[in-house]
């Protein structure tokens, strides 16, 4: 699966989700969201003092920060009204998650962004090749294809055989007196080439849309006391 998830998309799944509290007790709370007859895109949010389980077919995600969890995720819309969610800062407060989704990360290689990683350094290697004079066009053209055929190609065996491929490269180590050392992707692991998972990213929407139900189911009970 992907590891893009929109907003769209996410409520395209819930959209005939309801909400059935469970339990509700203080900060002591499960409250589940699942369309009726089927189990497809359910899940449960439970607080305790200071943690929150999210759990579903997404996977499950505990959470730890503030005494009352659904205060910590609780954001007002965006400016344009979309849901308001922060992967960064949340799920730096992951302490649990689901070891069967993801190989328990919430970040995964992401191909795209490796091309572009590679793309950008051996575009940088042409113009200074050409700059400099250390390359001829054929010599630049055999380096673009070394990239191709030692690099890239190794997409088709998985994002760590591609890695590990980037980080063994050397292209024309010893023969060429204006560049010595060949050409290497030099701090190639400096460069971020994941992205956060289809699931973590389901599951911060959820988060934020679960919460904002539950807020607006409360809203009337609380309107309703006595002055």
């Not at 969890?69 to 922060?86: H, Q, V, Y």
């Not at 575009?123 to 191709?148: H, P, Q, T, Y």
């Not at 063994?168 to 204006?178: L, V």
């Amino acid at each position: 699966m992907s590891a893009a998830c929109t907003e769209e998309q996410f409520l395209g799944d819930v959209a005939k989700h309801e909400m059935i509290v469970i339990r509700d007790d203080g900060v002591g709370r499960h409250v589940r969201f699942k369309e009726p007859g089927t189990s497809n895109q359910y899940f449960d949010l439970i607080t305790w003092p200071g943690h929150l389980c999210y759990t579903g077919d997404m996977g499950t995600y505990v959470f730890e920060r503030t005494a009352d969890m659904f205060e910590f995720f609780r954001k007002p819309r965006r400016a344009d009204g979309s849901l308001s969610i922060n992967l960064g800062y949340w799920t730096e407060k992951l302490i649990a998650v689901d070891g069967n989704r993801g190989g328990g990360k919430v970040k995964q290689f992401d191909e795209a962004k490796f091309k572009r990683v590679i793309n950008d350094y051996r575009i940088g290697w042409m113009r200074s090749a050409k700059e400099s004079g250390a390359l001829d066009k054929a010599g630049r053209r055999e380096l673009w294809e070394a990239v191709d055929d030692e690099v890239l190609r190794m997409l088709e065996d998985g994002g760590d055989r591609a890695q590990y491929a980037a980080y063994d490269f050397c292209h024309d180590p010893r023969s060429n007196p204006k560049r010595p050392y060949g050409w290497t992707f030099t701090d190639l692991f400096e460069n971020d080439m994941t992205e956060y998972t289809h699931s973590i990213v389901w599951c911060c929407y959820a988060l934020a849309w679960g919460i904002e139900k539950y807020d607006a189911a409360k809203q009337p009970a609380a309107e309703a006391v006595p002055a």
